[in-house]
C-alpha cells in the first residue's frame, strides 16, 4: 500500500512539472485524472462502508463456558459494483471461532457473499461481545484502509462449566475423607438423628419417634458429623476484564467443582462467601447444588468484598470449627487467611488453599500451619489437570 502511494505521488509531481514546462491539453488531462484516482478510491471506500451487510447469529444468548456454541455469520454484498478487499477481526480476548483465521481476507462480487458456519467457544464466565468485531476494506488500486467497528455485534451471557473430577490431586484427600471429628466438637448422646438401614433397633430413640413421626436413632458420644467448608474470595483485582475475568473465572469453577466432587462422595458442603455479607450455601442434594451454581453464575465480584470481610465473619460462625475440612479459593495469601488457617489447623481442621494466580509461589510453615496446604492454580490452566 505504501508502494502504491509513492507511485501515485511521484505520478502527481511529474503531472505537474507537465503541466508547468508543456501546458496544454494533455498535460491538464493528466494531471486531473492523476489528482481524481485517490479522491474515487476513497469515496469508493465510503460507498463500500455504507452499503456492506454482515449478518450474525448464535442459537440463543446463555451458554456454559469452554463449550462449542454453533455459529453462522455471512458477508453479503448486495450492489452493483464489486467489493476488492474485506477482511474481517473477531473479538479474541475471551472467545474463539473454531476453524477460521483473524483477518482472512475475502473478494466479494456484484451480488455475492460469503458464508461460514461454524463454531465458538467462549472460556470465560461473564457477558461480553462475541464474533465480528471489525471490518477491514481497501480499494481496488490499495491507497487506502478503511477499518470500523461492527455495528451490530453480538452480546452473550456466559455460565461457569461445572468439573466432575474423580479425584482431588495435591490435597491428601485420604487424610481429609478419613478425619474423625473429635468428640468435644460433635452432638451430645442425647441428641438423635433419622434411622439409616442398617442401625441397632437397640439405638431406635422410640419416643422421639412417636412425637416425630418418624424413626428417630440416638446418635453416639463423637458419631461424626461430616460437613466440608468451602471460602470463596469475591475480591475484584481489576477493572481490566482481560485481568479479572479469567481470576474470577477460575475461582467459580474450582469452588463448584469441589462442591460437586463431594456432593458425590455423599459429604454435605457448607459454601461461604461475601457479597455484601456473609452468604452461605448448604450443597447437601442435586436442587441445592444448583442453587449454588445460580448463585455462583450471577455472584458479582467486587473490590470492596476483601478477603479478610470473609474471614473475620467466618470466625464468628462456631460451628466451621467442626468442619471435616475447609477448603479455600481465593487470588492471594494474605495475613488474615493465614491466620483463619492456622486457627483451623489448632482445632484439627485440615486447609486446603488453591491460589488462582500466575504470579506468585507460596510456602507455609510446617510448624504454625501443620494442617494446611497451598496449590497455586494459574488462571488459564487445564481444571482436569489441577484437579
Not at 419416643?207 to 460437613?227: D, F, I, K, M, Y
Not at 473475620?312 to 487467611?337: M, N, Q, Y
Not at 507455609?364 to 489441577?386: F, G, K, Q, Y
Request: some cysteine; proline content about 5%.
Amino acid at each position: 500500500m505504501k508502494r502504491n502511494r509513492i507511485c501515485i505521488f511521484l505520478l502527481w509531481i511529474l503531472s505537474l512539472v507537465g503541466i508547468s514546462c508543456y501546458g496544454g491539453s494533455v498535460s491538464y488531462g493528466f494531471f486531473i485524472m492523476v489528482t481524481m484516482i485517490p479522491v474515487m478510491s476513497f469515496l469508493y471506500l465510503l460507498c463500500v462502508k455504507l452499503r456492506f451487510s454482515i449478518y450474525q447469529k448464535l442459537e440463543g444468548k446463555t451458554f456454559v463456558s469452554n463449550h462449542a456454541i454453533p455459529y453462522f455469520f455471512t458477508l453479503q454484498n448486495e450492489e452493483w459494483f464489486a467489493f476488492a478487499s474485506v477482511k474481517v477481526f473477531f473479538y479474541s480476548d475471551f472467545s474463539t471461532v473454531v476453524d477460521l483465521t483473524d483477518g482472512e481476507e475475502y473478494e466479494l462480487l456484484p451480488g455475492a457473499g460469503i458464508s461460514r458456519d461454524t463454531s465458538l467457544i467462549c472460556r470465560y464466565r461473564g457477558t461480553y461481545r462475541v464474533g465480528i468485531r471489525t471490518v477491514e476494506i481497501t480499494d481496488f488500486l490499495r491507497l487506502f484502509r478503511l477499518r470500523y467497528k461492527n455495528p451490530e455485534p453480538l452480546e452473550v451471557t456466559i455460565l461457569p462449566y461445572v468439573a466432575t473430577p474423580s479425584d482431588l490431586a495435591g490435597a491428601q484427600l485420604s487424610r481429609i475423607l478419613q478425619r474423625e471429628i473429635p468428640t468435644g466438637n460433635t452432638v451430645p448422646d442425647v441428641s438423635v438423628r433419622e434411622y439409616a438401614a442398617g442401625d441397632p433397633r437397640n439405638r431406635i430413640h422410640w419416643t422421639a419417634s412417636a412425637r416425630e413421626q418418624r424413626l428417630l436413632v440416638r446418635r453416639r458420644a463423637g458419631e461424626e458429623q461430616p460437613n466440608i467448608s468451602i471460602f470463596l474470595g469475591t475480591r475484584r483485582i481489576s477493572d481490566d476484564p482481560t485481568v479479572h475475568l479469567p481470576v474470577e473465572n477460575r475461582m467459580l469453577e474450582l469452588a463448584l467443582a469441589l462442591s460437586r466432587f463431594f456432593l458425590l462422595q455423599r459429604i454435605p458442603v457448607n459454601a461461604y462467601h461475601i457479597e455484601g455479607t456473609l452468604q452461605t450455601v448448604s450443597v447437601t442434594g442435586s436442587e441445592s447444588f444448583e442453587l449454588y451454581y445460580r448463585r455462583c453464575s450471577e455472584l458479582a465480584f467486587d473490590a470492596s468484598y476483601l478477603d479478610r470481610l470473609l474471614f473475620a465473619a467466618a470466625k464468628k460462625r462456631p460451628e466451621i470449627l467442626g468442619t471435616r475440612a475447609a477448603f479455600f479459593v481465593l487470588h492471594e495469601w494474605s495475613g488474615e487467611a493465614e491466620e483463619f488457617a492456622r486457627t483451623l489447623n489448632a482445632g484439627g481442621v485440615p486447609v486446603v488453599v488453591y491460589l488462582v494466580t500466575d504470579t506468585v509461589s507460596v510456602s507455609v510453615d510446617a510448624r504454625s500451619l501443620p494442617r494446611t496446604e497451598i496449590l497455586v492454580v494459574p488462571p488459564d490452566a487445564n481444571l482436569a489437570e489441577v484437579l
